[in-house]
């Protein structure tokens, strides 16, 4: 089934067999997969399938909220979505965790024996799963379970392949390749037995018309496709084929080829292609409008998309920090206006990283990373040295802000002019001698009441009080912009006259929790910034 091959293909799946099972008697193992049990090939997956092989003798599977299967030797039960489960000798034992009874090998194996005197069943226990993207909605529809005999029929040659992985501990590609070969039959099987009258994905892909359309897109996502084109090479009429992909698959023909377009523009990034080669490669003939599609799509734009999948797998390939001694402990040492934009998000990133423990230090000082358990840092200003690993974040920029209420007694703010004639906070900072000069303005002196407070964290604060007008950065005051505590009287954006940096040593430029600050950090630079210039 070609269409499906295709799907299981633009996946990208790894695997591996990560448990040899032995079970006799009376015995029920609660056998879901758990995310230690595939910490030697990746963190968890987005996409997870698990399957049992029972080699010899058998058992019940029994899945929540489905009646339980026997399954005999020489059969495959694949979970699609690796639903909680039991394997179990009879319906209605106690079942223990895996976990309880359970040892590793050097391998990354895990045996299991365990249950009473008796009868014996042997088996073993592997996965499918992608570290990242999306699922395809192929997987959605499939039910709970599905068994596939490998010992006789078309299926028989899996026998002795499932045999040879358990055997040669071969790569996580190659468990995978066969692993979605057999997944490939067993949904196969499934679907030719599908009633006529059934609905869905599965059953689209057994319609003669909807299945040679998503051939064709699958085949030919690059050309200028369009639903004329596809329903007469399908040999229907447009409003059919229209009519049964949205019955069947639940979308129209052609927002079916755009998300498959990305998910190959996925792929295709994670392989290490730049955004222009993708592009041309999918069929934009612009950058940026294959930009705001994969954005559309994804969420993120390309070059975000592909440095997260980029920073996975590192991780996934095992190249972490060595010689951090606190591995699971982040300081970043930022200026206290920095410090107070970073913590109003970093409950995200704490979220997304449970097992790191991070600590902002509010330094206005030049850092010194030795001696102290400084791990990253951040500056304003010119580039930090040769000798330090440095990431840009944003160019600083600054804009008049003010409270609501402040600017109702100042309604004739209109123009650069009208602030030498009203309240400014910390008027002798440097960024008011650029907003005189780049206007062509006299400096004002003494025309009106002024507070000095000397830091953008203070003159923010002052600002949303009511004390005065402040020269503020738009990025670190979002949300009070947002929740209309601050306004921006004039739409002049001037340039601060610097750039804001993340560096750290060049010794540290795999670590792993850098790398993931840094991920984060970017996307919340741009995600600001976004929101900035909608609010604009």
């Given at each position: 089934?070609?269409?499906l091959?295709?799907i299981?293909?633009?996946l ?7 448990i ?25 997956p987005?996409?997870l399938?698990?399957?049992h ?7 019940m ?28 000798s009879?319906i209605g034992?106690?079942p223990a ?12 194996v ?9 009868p ?5 226990c ?15 529809a499939?039910p ?18 499932l ?44 319609d003669p ?8 897109i699958?085949?030919?996502?690059a ?9 007469r090479e ?29 998910r190959i523009?996925?792929n ?12 041309y ?9 294959f930009?705001?599609a994969?954005?559309r799509e ?12 980029e920073?996975r ?16 402990q ?6 206290p ?21 991070i ?6 000082n030049p850092?010194?990373?030795e001696g ?38 100042h ?14 906070i ?27 407070m ?9 600002a ?23 306004v ?5 954006l001037?340039d ?27 996307l919340?630079?741009?995600r ?9």
């Amino acid at each position: 089934m070609d269409v499906l091959d295709e799907i299981l293909g633009s996946l990208r799946l790894t695997g591996g067999v990560v448990i040899d099972g032995t079970f006799s008697g009376d015995f029920c193992v609660l056998a879901q997969f758990t995310p230690k049990h595939f910490e030697p090939f990746f963190p968890e997956p987005e996409t997870l399938i698990s399957y049992h092989y029972v080699r010899s003798g058998q058992l019940m599977i029994e899945v929540e909220g489905a009646p339980p299967t026997l399954v005999d030797a020489g059969t495959i039960a694949i979970l699609p979505r690796n639903d909680r489960h039991t394997l179990c000798s009879r319906i209605g034992l106690q079942p223990a965790d895996a976990s309880e009874v359970l040892w590793v090998t050097s391998g990354g194996v895990h045996h299991v024996s365990t249950g009473t005197e008796g009868p014996k069943s042997e088996v073993w226990c592997g996965f499918l799963g992608a570290a990242e993207g999306r699922a395809h909605p192929v997987l959605d529809a499939l039910p709970p379970l599905l068994t596939l005999d490998v010992t006789s029929g078309q299926a028989q040659w899996l026998d002795s392949s499932l045999r040879f992985l358990a055997h040669e501990n071969p790569s996580p590609e190659t468990v995978a390749r066969l692993a979605e070969m057999f997944l490939s039959q067993a949904i196969g099987e499934y679907v030719g037995k599908l009633p006529l009258s059934a609905k869905g994905w599965l059953r689209g892909l057994a319609d003669p018309a909807v299945s040679k359309a998503l051939s064709i897109i699958h085949k030919r996502y690059a050309e200028d496709l369009d639903v004329e084109m596809l329903a007469r090479e399908a040999g229907v009429s447009r409003s059919v084929l229209g009519d049964r992909f949205v019955e069947l698959l639940g979308e129209p023909p052609m927002r079916y080829c755009a998300s498959w377009r990305m998910r190959i523009a996925a792929n295709l990034l994670r392989d290490g292609k730049n955004s222009a080669n993708v592009a041309y490669a999918v069929g934009f003939s612009s950058e940026a409008a294959f930009n705001r599609a994969f954005k559309r799509e994804f969420g993120v734009p390309p070059a975000t998309w592909k440095r997260e999948a980029e920073l996975r797998d590192r991780i996934a390939a095992g190249d972490l920090e060595a010689i951090d001694p606190h591995p699971n402990q982040l300081v970043v040492s930022a200026t206290p206006t920095t410090v107070n934009w970073i913590s109003r998000h970093i409950a995200e990133f704490n979220d997304a990283n449970p097992d790191l423990m991070i600590q902002l230090d509010p330094n206005p000082n030049p850092v010194s990373f030795e001696g102290s358990d400084v791990d990253c840092a951040l500056r304003f200003g010119a580039a930090p040295p040769d000798d330090l690993a440095v990431e840009e974040l944003f160019r600083l920029e600054f804009t008049p802000m003010c409270s609501p209420e402040f600017l109702g007694k100042h309604p004739d703010i209109k123009s650069p002019d009208d602030l030498r004639d009203v309240p400014r906070i910390t008027p002798n900072d440097p960024w008011w001698a650029e907003w005189w000069r780049h206007f062509g303005l006299e400096r004002p002196e003494g025309k009106a009441p002024i507070v000095d407070m000397g830091a953008q964290m203070l003159d923010g604060a002052a600002a949303v009080s009511g004390r005065g007008i402040a020269l503020l950065t738009p990025l670190f005051w979002g949300e009070e912009l947002a929740d209309g505590r601050l306004v921006r009287p004039l739409p002049h954006l001037l340039d601060g006259g610097g750039t804001y940096w993340l560096f750290y040593p060049k010794s540290r430029a795999e670590w792993s929790k850098i790398r993931r600050f840094s991920a984060w950090l970017h996307l919340l630079c741009e995600r600001s910034a976004a929101e900035q210039g909608k609010a604009a």
